[in-house]
């Protein structure tokens, strides 16, 4: 994947240019110009790239709601799961969330 791809990615997310530098240990004006096409010297391309795989993979495959359900999909995900577990649908949400934190 680009680098431009996932920087637009982290935009969507809701991250400013300056709150990607932050992270990556770079400028706002870096990323602006990663993200019209400039390519990134390695560190930061890798730094980037597990920006992007943390905050954007891990949505994606959340535990909690599974990868990619939505509205009725996600509860009948959910009520299964406590099923499969022998969990009530808050003991589960409550073991899935300590996983979380846990990181």
């Not at 996932?6 to 990663?34: C, F, H, N, W």
């Amino acid at each position: 994947m680009k680098i431009q791809t996932m920087i637009d990615d982290l935009y969507k997310e809701g991250l400013s240019g300056e709150e990607i530098a932050k992270k990556v240990g770079a400028t706002q004006p870096t990323i602006s110009r990663l993200h019209r096409g400039q390519e990134p010297k390695h560190e930061l391309g890798r730094k980037i790239e597990k920006l992007h795989s943390s905050l954007i993979h891990n949505k994606r495959t959340s535990p909690i709601l599974g990868p990619q359900r939505v509205g009725k999909e996600r509860k009948a995900f959910v009520v299964a799961e406590c099923e499969r577990l022998d969990l009530s649908i808050r003991q589960y949400i409550c073991r899935l969330l300590d996983k979380e934190f846990a990181k």
